[in-house]
Structure formats: structure tokens, C-alpha cells
T-cell receptor
Framework: DGGITQSPKYLFRKEGQNVTLSCEQNLNHDAMYWYRQDPGQGLRLIYYSQIVNDFQKGDIAEGYSVSREKKESFPLTVTSAQKNPTAFYLC???????FGSGANVLTFGAGSRLTVL | AQSVAQPEDQVNVAEGNPLTVKCTYSVSGNPYLFWYVQYPNRGLQFLLKYITGDNLVKGSYGFEAEFNKSQTSFHLKKPSALVSDSALYFCAVRDDSNYQLIWGAGTKLIIKP
């Protein structure tokens, strides 16, 4: 079945450590996204990518980094510069096109929960 | 600035009764509106969208949403609630500056047997 796989599901980080969250999709989608979800808040966009080797900052990119070396993969690194990284992280993908064709219809992974110890 | 608001943190409905989850928006141009649902510890799932056309949009799992331009609202509705509809519901609007989604804070829907 096509879908998005995020790993690990749960991750613990010590102060000062970088951690990388994996996101893989087999939907042949061009666009991929990383969101952060905190209780009582909507999703906030961290980074997004519409093509291999290119990505754009979202609203809260500081303290995070990404790469897009393959169409299927969009890993997120939470760096030590991110002062409050404890959150639920969601990866998503979509087609690119006019909005009548399905753009902005996102398929999400099951999420990764990061906790700072 | 473009924005979306979900005025209720939580909505409680008895099983079998109709449900409404409210959403209002503010955009500079034509609105592109979306509803997504999130079950506990899971990713979000797309329910429905309004781009243009009929003001009543039908989506997955028996949900529908009514677009009201004069009230700048896009409320989610279902005629008869099921216990399995209990989840977190998010409204979103497209940001015209970068074509990404702006998300509401979410509304927790609780359906009681």
C-alpha cells in the first residue's frame, strides 16, 4: 500500500544533541512537508520541498534542517539550536498542481514524538 | 493577514444527534478551505475541501461542510454523529503568499453514547 512512513515513532534527546527524524513516501508525490504540532495549537510548517535538492523555510525553521536528495525521502534534523524541541512532528506529502487537481490535499505519516530529557 | 479560527476547543454531542464544528477564516482573495481529522497519536487525514462551486461540500465518512462567504465561515457538519467520530478536527485555509496551508488550533469532538 502507498503511504508515508515516519521513524522512529518515539525519540528521546539529551540537551545539546542533534536528532534526525526519517520520512519516506512511496506515493510518487513531488512535494513533501514537515510540521510541528503542540497541544492546543494548529500545525506549524517547518520546511517544505517541491523538488529534489530544493526546499523552503516555513514559519518556524530556526533550529531545524532538512535535505531532499531523493524524491521519496525528506529527513528532518532537530539541532541543538532548537531550544524547545519537545513536540509531535508530522511529515506529509502531496502532488503539485492547480488546486482543483488535489494540491493542498496532504497525506500524512503517523508522526514522531520527540521528548527532550 | 490571512488566518483561520476555530472558536471552540471542544464540542460534545450525543450519538445520533447532528454535529457542527465551526471554522471562520480571513483571506485577501478567494478562499481555498480544507478540513482534516486526527485520531489519537496519528497523522491527519483529509476530509473535504472547498475550492469553488456549490456552497455545500460533501466529504469522507458522511461529513459535509457549508461555505458561507458573507459570514466567512466553513463549518463542518454531519447529520448523525457516531462514537467513532470522536477525534481532533482541523480547519485550514490556503495562504496566498506561498500556497501553503494555515491551520486552525483544532477542535476536539467528543461523541457520547
Amino acid at each position: 500500500d502507498g503511504g508515508i512512513t515516519q521513524s522512529p515513532k518515539y525519540l528521546f534527546r539529551k540537551e545539546g544533541q542533534n536528532v534526525t527524524l526519517s520520512c519516506e513516501q512511496n506515493l510518487n508525490h513531488d512535494a513533501m512537508y514537515w510540521y510541528r504540532q503542540d497541544p492546543g495549537q494548529g500545525l506549524r510548517l517547518i520546511y517544505y520541498s517541491q523538488i529534489v535538492n530544493d526546499f523552503q523555510k516555513g514559519d518556524i525553521a530556526e533550529g531545524y534542517s532538512v535535505s531532499r536528495e531523493k524524491k521519496e525521502s525528506f529527513p528532518l534534523t532537530v539541532t541543538s539550536a532548537q531550544k524547545n524541541p519537545t513536540a509531535f512532528y508530522l511529515c506529509a506529502s502531496s502532488i503539485i498542481g492547480t488546486f482543483g487537481s488535489g494540491a493542498n490535499v496532504l497525506t500524512f505519516g503517523a508522526g514522531s514524538r520527540l521528548t527532550v530529557l | 493577514a490571512q488566518s483561520v479560527a476555530q472558536p471552540e476547543d471542544q464540542v460534545n454531542v450525543a450519538e445520533g444527534n447532528p454535529l457542527t464544528v465551526k471554522c471562520t477564516y480571513s483571506v485577501s482573495g478567494n478562499p481555498y478551505l480544507f478540513w482534516y481529522v486526527q485520531y489519537p497519536n496519528r497523522g491527519l487525514q483529509f476530509l473535504l475541501k472547498y475550492i469553488t462551486g456549490d456552497n455545500l461540500v460533501k466529504g469522507s465518512y458522511g461529513f459535509e461542510a457549508e461555505f458561507n462567504k458573507s459570514q466567512t465561515s466553513f463549518h463542518l457538519k454531519k447529520p448523525s454523529a457516531l462514537v467513532s467520530d470522536s477525534a481532533l478536527y482541523f480547519c485550514a485555509v490556503r495562504d496566498d503568499s506561498n500556497y501553503q496551508l494555515i491551520w486552525g488550533a483544532g477542535t476536539k469532538l467528543i461523541i457520547k453514547p
